[in-house]
Each structure stands twice: as structure tokens, then as C-alpha cells.
């Protein structure tokens, strides 16, 4: 089974469509401002990995329906995994509380 894609570079406003994909790659070159996740199907598992480039100290500002969302790690080179469920009326939900960032 393969899960749809998609690879971003971050900057500024970023939109994540959940008709193109379930799983995103963002390369942290600079801060996430604005996002916005659409699309959402209740019971779909939907995937963030967050890259910072060798300067590191990028943030990401998650959207109002990512619920229980972790700040990203923002050590030079770390990566940031964060699983949500879909739920009805376009909200997503982590899956576990948020405790931090895995490097």
C-alpha cells in the first residue's frame, strides 16, 4: 500500500490538502507563518515530518483544527514527526498529548 506524498519547502503561508496527500515532507528553510490543513476524512491517518535545514530555529505555526499539535524541534538538522486521526467536520487530532519533539 502506498500512502500519497507530497514534499514542501517551507515559507511563509503553507496549505495542506488532504485530497492530494495523507503524508508531508517540509523542509524547515524558515518559519511556517500560516497553514491551513483541508480535506480531512474522519478515521484517515495523516503524517508531518519536519526537517530543519543546518541553521535551524525555524517554527511552524499549526492551523486552529490540528488539535494537541507539538512545537517542532528546532535544533540545526533535527527531525520532527507528528501523526493526527482525521475527525468529522475537517479537525485533526494527535494521537498522543503533546510532550515534545523527537530528534
Known amino acids: 500500500m502506498t500512502r ?7 515559507g511563509g503561508a503553507i496549505s495542506f490538502d488532504g485530497l492530494k496527500a495523507v503524508c508531508w515532507y517540509i523542509a524547515m528553510n524558515s518559519d511556517i507563518t500560516a497553514s491551513r490543513v483541508t480535506n480531512i476524512a474522519p478515521g484517515q ?9 543546518a541553521a535551524g530555529n525555524h517554527r511552524m ?6 488539535i494537541n499539535a507539538a512545537a517542532i524541534n528546532p535544533k540545526p538538522n533535527s527531525t520532527t514527526v507528528q501523526h493526527f486521526v482525521g475527525l468529522t467536520g475537517g479537525t485533526l487530532y494527535a494521537n498522543i498529548p503533546p510532550t515534545g519533539s523527537v530528534t
Open 61 to 66: 505555526t499549526w492551523p486552529l483544527n490540528c
Open 4 to 10: 500519497p506524498t507530497q514534499h514542501i519547502v517551507s
Open 45 to 53: 491517518l495523516y503524517s508531518f515530518v519536519f526537517t530543519q535545514n
